[in-house]
C-alpha cells in the first residue's frame, strides 16, 4: 500500500507561480510513472503532467512552456512548479503513480488563481 500526501497548493494572483509536492510513503514508487492530475467545479479530472521512471515528460498543452515536473526519487517525491498561473488553473490538484494493477491517489491539494 502506498500513500501519496500533496503539499504546496495555495491562493496565488494571476501570474504568479506556486510548487506542489507529493511525498510517497514508499519507495516502490520509484520505479512507476507518477503525474498530477486536476479537477476544477464540474469538470472532470485532467491530466496536467507525467513523468516516468526515467524522467521522460509529458504534459497537457493548456500548461506547457508553463509548469515543470520533476521527481525525487531519494525522497520518493514528485513535484509540480507552476508558473505564469492563470484563473483557469484553478482546481483541486491530484498526485497520481501508475501501478501495473491500479492507479493510486493523492487527497489533492487547492490551488486557487485569482486576483
Known amino acids: 500500500q502506498v500513500q501519496l500526501v500533496e503539499s504546496g497548493g495555495g491562493l496565488v494572483q494571476p501570474g504568479g507561480s506556486l510548487r506542489l509536492s507529493c511525498a510517497a510513503s514508499n519507495s516502490i514508487v520509484s520505479n512507476y510513472r507518477m503525474g498530477w492530475y486536476r479537477q476544477a467545479p464540474g469538470k472532470q479530472r485532467e491530466l496536467v503532467a507525467t513523468?516516468?521512471?526515467?524522467?521522460?515528460?509529458n504534459f497537457a498543452d493548456s500548461v506547457k512552456g508553463r509548469f515543470a515536473i520533476s521527481r525525487n526519487n531519494a525522497k520518493n517525491t514528485v513535484y509540480l512548479q507552476m508558473n505564469n498561473l492563470k484563473p483557469e488553473d484553478t482546481a483541486i490538484y491530484y498526485c497520481?503513480?501508475?501501478?501495473?494493477?491500479?492507479?493510486?491517489w493523492g487527497q489533492g491539494t487547492q490551488v486557487t488563481v485569482s486576483s
Open positions: 497520481n503513480v501508475k501501478f501495473p494493477w491500479s492507479d493510486w
Open positions: 513523468i516516468d521512471s526515467r524522467s521522460n515528460t
